[in-house]
């Protein structure tokens, strides 16, 4: 215990003055000076009790001075002490590169490495915000004022634990772990801790997603109602979502423009999306490069168009802003505005209950389960997994069939006639286009849309 006789020092004993004794109001007073850590004194008085006077009660009042004068001692070398192991354990955890920045609490230190990260732009202001409210609301009270050094393994599975108790999704809780794993691991990788208490740390797997795609029939039969419908911004992003599968900031940022431009080339590049910034939605990349890509059109897709550009016309007359300009939103308004996200859902929302449409949950469709039932019908139809996720634009192939691509029973009856038959030796024959399926995407997705085809 040498380090620690060193840290204390071995003049604790003089960090408090000897007792003196003063009578105050008939009883004698016990008077100590105590030093500071900053070098200074402070004075501090006890009564003990004992009556004003010589021999045996001044002798009394002198063992009740020492007594209390040995209490403050002791609290003064406990805290002396806690501060030594403190100081040893925040040498360890810092190690030679150690930065004082793990001396903040948790909260403090992941707010400042947003900050860091959103003046970089290296992710977005909604995704800030998304960040800032778990560590806020989620985290940092169940860490309370501990400082990043202080931070064990024990307390992240004791924030785990405690909103799982609280009621919290698997998925909720899973995010709140790899935010606090990537602050971590900023805190090994910049600012020299020697560990990262999520070093081994199992977060939750999450729920399986809710998925609430419409069967083939209801996909088909969806569009075709949707056809028959005069083609409001509402009807055609509805559209464009079901044979695209473009999400709904996608398509409120496609302009007539980047529409003509697919309907010359036969391909449809989405590199822009309305997106949530700091002060509302703006215009700006998607959230990931994977996102920027281009989809080949069927004649169906583009029947779409034309059949909006048409309705469009007949607004912007009527609005007295002649005919839509290359630069107006597909999905936007005659005075050149987009319709936001937000205003896509609601309308949708209401057109949906208007006529009744569910998907397979007998749930009411949201917009993004019009992507869903986009992704599912492409893989039920034979493309391969790797195609369709560069379509969908996923980063990875497993986004495609862990979150999107529902279970098909057609396609699982299919499969098992198949290993049917070959047990008795007569396989099925494989389903009209299977064999002109290749890899590349453009392929890929003109045979999903084939069935469609015949009946435009």
């Excluded at 040498?2 to 071995?10: N, T």
């Excluded at 309705?311 to 319709?339: K, L, T, V």
């Amino acid at each position: 215990m040498g380090w620690l006789e060193d840290e204390i020092g071995r003049g604790m004993a003089r960090r408090v003055s000897a007792p003196t004794l003063r009578k105050r109001d008939g009883r004698w007073c016990a008077i100590v000076r105590v030093k500071r850590d900053d070098g200074t004194w402070t004075q501090r008085t006890h009564d003990t009790g004992i009556p004003c006077g010589d021999g045996d009660l001044r002798a009394k009042a002198e063992r009740k001075a020492l007594e209390w004068h040995d209490d403050i001692l002791v609290g003064c070398v406990l805290d002396a002490v806690k501060r030594a192991i403190d100081l040893r354990e925040q040498r360890e955890a810092l190690g030679a590169g150690g930065s004082n920045k793990l001396i903040m609490p948790f909260g403090e230190y992941a707010e400042e490495m947003l900050g860091l990260m959103q003046a970089s732009k290296a992710i977005r202001p909604a995704t800030v915000r998304g960040y800032r409210g778990e560590i806020r609301h989620m985290i940092a009270p169940r860490l309370g004022n501990k400082r990043m050094y202080e931070i064990k393994t024990a307390d992240i599975e004791h924030v785990m634990v405690s909103l799982l108790d609280e009621g919290y999704s698997t998925s909720t809780v899973r995010k709140c772990v790899n935010l606090m794993t990537a602050v971590f691991r900023r805190a090994v990788e910049v600012d020299g801790l020697a560990k990262s208490p999520c070093y081994g740390i199992r977060a939750p797997s999450p729920a399986p997603p809710r998925q609430n795609a419409m069967t083939e029939s209801g996909w088909s039969s969806l569009l075709e109602q949707l056809a028959s419908m005069k083609q409001t911004p509402t009807v055609c992003a509805a559209e464009l979502a079901l044979l695209l599968g473009l999400t709904r900031e996608e398509t409120c940022a496609l302009t007539w423009r980047e529409w003509d431009a697919a309907r010359d080339k036969g391909a449809l590049k989405v590199s822009m999306a309305v997106v949530q910034g700091e002060h509302g939605y703006d215009l700006g990349e998607p959230k990931t490069t994977a996102r920027v890509r281009t989809i080949p059109i069927t004649k169906t897709v583009l029947a779409v168009g034309e059949a909006r550009r048409t309705e469009a016309a007949r607004e912007w007359s009527e609005q007295g802003a002649g005919a839509p300009r290359p630069s107006d939103y597909m999905i936007g308004h005659p005075d050149g505005s987009w319709f936001s996200p937000d205003a896509l859902t609601r309308s949708w929302a209401t057109l949906c209950s208007a006529n009744g449409w569910v998907g397979e949950r007998g749930e009411r469709l949201t917009f993004h389960d019009l992507r869903h039932s986009f992704a599912t019908r492409l893989v039920a139809a034979g493309a391969d997994v790797k195609s369709a996720s560069r379509i969908l634009g996923h980063s990875t192939p497993v986004t495609t069939l862990k979150v999107y691509a529902s279970e098909d029973q057609d396609a699982k009856r299919d499969a098992m006639d198949r290993i049917e038959g070959s047990l008795s030796g007569s396989v099925p024959a494989p389903a009209a286009g299977d064999a002109q399926i290749l890899d590349a995407f453009a392929r890929a997705l003109r045979t999903a849309m084939g069935d469609m085809e015949g009946r435009a």
